[in-house]
């Protein structure tokens, strides 16, 4: 069984493509039954990743790499179906993946909006031994999960501001900071690990120790 899991964000140049090698990189070795992509909404061109996220990555093993071969590619709507979760930088991105394949909103989420769903009645830990016999819990079930838990997350109250008087970063975002200075640029993409790591800490005990959820029970869909 495979675990398709998808990062998106705007051009696939530097969100994206860190979340995707954070995530693998946390999981470590044996990822045979994993597929970790990442698309650009916008995504066109194949750039490679931006300067800034290179150097971030570079001191991780394999971080060298995977920049060098990395290329952006665009979202379409087969990668959104194939995936089992749907991870966006971002609402505006979360939205884009909406528009492309609307089915997919049960399973799309933005980074901070999967953290704080999956935290809602302690995900990690919590789930009872699976009965032998039960089938092994999915990425999918995961994902059924975080659906089923919308409308329990309260909205954050406050934006970030950036730069500028109109400039607010919604609070459940990752924004792109290319606009931005180098250092908070670089300190976004510290966030950024911090989250991943923590979004595949919560998912390997989801995957390690939950029962599976049937396919049946879902929430409502919320763009």
Do not use: Y
Request: proline residues 6%; hydrophobic residues 40%; contains cysteine.
């Amino acid at each position: 069984m495979t675990h398709r899991l998808l990062f998106v964000c705007a051009a696939n140049v530097c969100r994206s493509p860190s979340m995707a090698f954070f995530f693998a990189n946390a999981l470590g070795e044996g990822r045979d039954d994993w597929s970790i992509e990442s698309r650009g909404v916008r995504g066109t061109r194949p750039r490679r990743m931006c300067d800034s996220a290179t150097a971030f990555i570079a001191d991780r093993p394999a971080g060298v790499e995977f920049a060098h071969e990395h290329r952006a590619a665009p979202l379409t709507a087969e990668d959104v179906l194939a995936a089992d979760l749907i991870i966006a930088a971002s609402r505006e991105e979360r939205g884009g993946v909406a528009r492309l394949a609307p089915d997919a909103r049960d399973r799309t989420f933005t980074l901070r909006e999967a953290l704080a769903l999956s935290e809602v009645g302690a995900v990690r830990g919590s789930s009872a031994p699976q009965a032998t016999g039960e089938p092994s819990p999915t990425l999918a079930d995961f994902a059924r999960l975080l659906d089923a838990r919308r409308g329990r997350l309260a909205e954050p109250a406050t934006a970030r501001r950036l730069r500028g008087p109109l400039r607010l970063a919604d609070p459940q975002d990752f924004p792109d900071f290319h606009s931005e200075s180098r250092r908070r640029h670089r300190a976004m993409l510290g966030e950024l690990r911090a989250a991943v790591d923590e979004l595949e800490t919560r998912v390997v005990g989801f995957l390690g120790t939950a029962p599976a959820v049937p396919s049946g029970r879902r929430g409502s869909a919320k763009a």
